[in-house]
């Protein structure tokens, strides 16, 4: 089960699962071992596994209209990440999902997905919970971006994704705030000025 604790304790974080079903888990879910920088979906390919980080981080990014790159979500040990909208087959995918660290990830496929949670009424009701926590995380992470100064913006930063800071480029960053890696360095004190 080694691969498999983080997975399954921060499943039961959001309720009970049964043997059977954390054994279905086990048994769907797939170890890989990404290597730094390693792309493991690309933008126009469908985006039909959902990752799970034990170690490392990943990140998922799109190209803009102005031809930079844009980090939507970094994400570390102990969270999912994935193109929801290619994931549930709503819409092409246009991001890429790349290991910024060499990292031990579990993934699933698709169809393995929606098998487990077509067997499963407890992993369909946790997967609404984990669901529901990732929409609020990124509304707040939306309204952060679009409304909030540079200032709010860098203590989003420290507040929700401190491990993020000395753990990645001040390009990365940037590019996750939405902002010029100039705009950053010119700011940055503000994250050291409050810790």
Known sequence: ????????????????LSKEEQQLIINN??????NKKEILIRSGEDCDTLFFVNKGLLRV???????NE????????????????SFGKLEKNHETIQALEDSEVLCIKREDFYN??????????????????????????????????IERKLLHLQEDFPFLIGRVSDTLLAS???IS???FVRNKQVLYSSI
Do not use: H
């Open 116 to 149: 487990m949670m077509g067997v499963s009424k407890q992993l369909n009701f946790l997967y609404s919970k984990i669901l529901e926590e990732y929409t609020a995380m990124l509304i707040l992470r939306f309204e952060m971006l679009n409304t909030g100064s």
């Open 61 to 67: 990014y799109y190209i803009n209209e102005k031809g």
């Open 29 to 34: 879910f797939k170890v890989i071992y990404p």
């Open 181 to 183: 890696r100039e705009t």
């Open 70 to 85: 844009v980090s939507r979500m970094i994400t570390r040990e102990g969270k999912f990440l994935t193109n929801i909208r």
């Open 1 to 16: 089960m080694g691969n498999y604790c983080a997975l399954l304790d921060t499943v039961k974080s959001y309720g009970s």
């Open 176 to 178: 996750f705030l939405g």
